[in-house]
């Protein structure tokens, strides 16, 4: 009796949760496998759907932002939503390359490009943290980070000293860790905060009860705005580990972030605002007043992230690897991206255009090195030059095109960050910023290790099956 009961519950759920998966999953291996596991594992496929499949993610951000959710009328993303739709008569006669990746940005992203910023890289802890503990040492009003690692060693603590001291001095503090990145450090970062009485939330933390498993939806993102008129952004986390050659540790890691002023600064605080209404359900006021120009480049900040966002990131990077006319160089530390970025990388090699990837001879996670050295092959042969940075591993994310448009932020080009991740990409349109940064590439490659075709062909079977099948996860990784 009860197992017709419960056949018959299955015979219920089977078809809806199928039909959700059918409808709105986007990749379409995703939704075979969904829509196979529902219907072929009695109860247990249609639970775990429910549990994990649906981005619930998604639906809490519309709903604060105000917007309708409906078990099978949820909108998909939209151009509406996301800006408007490319119009041909955007084109410009005679754009360069920069001039076509603003014109797509803006209207995938929704913001417009705010001129009179300064942007200015800090290589590695010792150029990063001194300015960001002075910038907290100095606040008058507001200090707003967000981080997905704060590390509770000596310079974590450095930071927390900072905060609470600030927060004792009456400015108003707010600290958003990542509810995975928080259990990093022992004691955590966040029970250290509280303990002082700084306002500080996790996002999204998992938890057993009431069940919420956010595993794989993580806030990559890391900002910090001070008083509204300082910021910081990049990839860089906050711990021990970046401080390169001061304070040498087994896990030294090698990174680049960046002191931001200008009007793109409210656009970070917007961001964080977002996002710490999210966790907490607080709504925190905007600095008003306007900012001065403080440089001669041209910013947009673009969030990305599982939600509404989706996509955003992948779609402004295809629009600028094909508008790209002469160069395009790309620094990351996770290089497993999207079908169409590797066909679209391999066509701007084609034209002619001089295509550089700089990958870390030593990953922090191998089995995402291994995954990457299984489709090498196919960016080689098309002339897409390759490189290995030397130890300590490289954590430093860069994308330039021509000398003229650059691209950083908190995001990898791997699945976890362009699809699972919430993300941060801050778009600069400055040519002495972009040869900066093309000299800082120059000289990491010329102490690089470049690839060869023939090196990866001539691999090992043991180690060719290893990295396919580390490849054949990379979804997952």
Known sequence: MVTTLLLLLHLLVAPVAAAHALMYKRDPRAAFGWITATLLFPLAGPLLYFAFGINRVRTRARQLHGRPTYWFRMPYESAAEAGGGLRLDDRGAGETAADAIARISRRVSGRPLLPGNQVRPLVNGEEAYPEMVAAIEQARHTVYLMTYILETNRTGRRFIDALEAAHRRGVQVRVLIDGVGDWYARPRASQELARRGVAVARFLPPRLLPPALHINLRNHRKLMVVDGEVGFTGGMNIGDRHLVATHPTAHQTQDIHFAVAGPVVRDL?????????????????????????????????????????????????????????????????????????????????????????????????????????????????????????????????????????????????????????????????????????????????????????????????????????????????
């Open 269 to 477: 605080e917007e961001v964080f605002a977002d996002n710490w209404r999210f966790a907490t359900g607080e709504e925190i006021g905007l600095s008003t007043g306007e900012l001065g120009r403080q440089g001669s480049a041209h910013c947009r900040a673009i969030s990305t992230g599982p939600g509404d966002d989706l996509d955003k990131l992948v779609s402004v990077l295809l629009g600028a690897i094909a508008a790209a006319r002469r160069s395009i160089d790309i620094v990351t530390p996770y290089f497993l991206p999207p079908r169409e970025v590797i066909a679209a990388l391999q066509v701007a090699a084609l034209r002619g255009v001089r295509v550089t990837i700089v990958l870390p001879e030593r990953s922090n996670l191998p089995f995402v090195h291994w995954a990457t050295r299984n489709m090498l092959w196919e960016l080689l042969q098309r002339g897409v030059a390759v490189y290995y940075q030397p130890p300590p591993f490289a954590h430093t994310k860069l994308f330039l095109v021509d000398g003229e448009y650059a691209q950083i932020g908190s995001a990898n080009l791997d699945p976890r960050s362009l699809r699972l991740n919430f993300e941060l990409a801050l778009e600069i349109h400055d040519p002495a910023f972009a040869a900066t940064m093309g000299d800082q590439v120059r000289d990491i490659v010329a102490q690089s290790t470049p690839v060869t075709l023939d090196e990866v062909d001539g691999r090992s079977l043991p180690v060719r099956l290893r990295d396919a099948l580390c490849w054949l996860l990379s979804p997952f990784l």
